[in-house]
Structure formats: C-alpha cells, structure tokens
C-alpha cells in the first residue's frame, strides 16, 4: 500500500523557518516526480512546489519564489520543503503528492496530475 507521510509542520513566527518532509513508502518514489500544495481554511488547495524525478528541474508558486525550496533525496524516498522568511499567509495544510509515471523530466503544478497524495500536515505562523 502506497503511503506519503508529511512531517515538520509547526507553528512559528512570521520570518522563522520550517522544512517539511514527506517519505514515501510502499514502492519506490525515487523515479516520479512529486509536488507540495497546500490548503488554508475557507480556501481551494492551491500549488505550492514541484520537483521532477531527477531533481534537476523545480517549479514554484509565485508566492512563493525566493523563499521555499523543493528538494528530494532518493536514497531515502523522501521530498522536502524548506521554507524560510515565513508569512502569516502561508499558514495552510500542506500536502506531498506524487506522480504515478516515472521517468518523467517534467515539473506539474495541477492536482489532476498527481495520483498519490499525504495526508498533509499544518504550518501556523503568526504575526
């Protein structure tokens, strides 16, 4: 059974850090490329970070380009979100998806393009 298990959530002050993790388990993700999205209360979820299966190519929200970084390491099938210079609104759930095809040189920023998805983890930060 596949599983994406997000950690590192927390509540912090505007301008601290965080780095999100989400390990995969039940089949190798090392191949597929993987994104984080996230969700704050009242609103859709929205695209935050992708990263293709070589990790060579990552594509971001614009909201948040310059402060967060997508990173994976594929010896221990796991992606991570590091996050810096946090602002109020960037309190959300976030969740790691996962790509079903590998292989794939290609970034996606859509829900629809993503078959696997954790279970999310929640990131307050306040003023």
């Known amino acids: 059974q596949v599983q994406l298990v997000e950690s590192g959530g927390g509540l912090v002050q505007a301008g601290d850090s965080l780095r999100l993790s989400c390990a995969a388990s039940g089949r190798p993700f090392s191949n597929n490329a993987m994104g984080w999205f996230r969700q704050a209360p009242g609103k859709e979820r929205e695209f935050v970070a992708s990263i293709n299966w070589g990790g060579r190519s990552t594509d971001y929200a614009n909201s948040v380009k310059g402060r967060f970084t997508i990173s994976r390491d594929n010896a221990k099938n796991t992606v991570y979100l590091q996050m810096n210079n946090l602002k109020p609104e960037d309190s959300a759930a976030y969740y790691c998806?996962?790509?079903?095809?590998?292989?794939?040189?290609?970034?996606?920023?859509?829900?629809?393009?993503?078959?696997?998805w954790g279970q999310g983890t929640q990131v307050t930060v306040s003023s």
């Open positions: 998806a996962a790509r079903s095809i590998p292989y794939d040189r290609n970034t996606y920023s859509r829900e629809s393009d993503y078959n696997y």
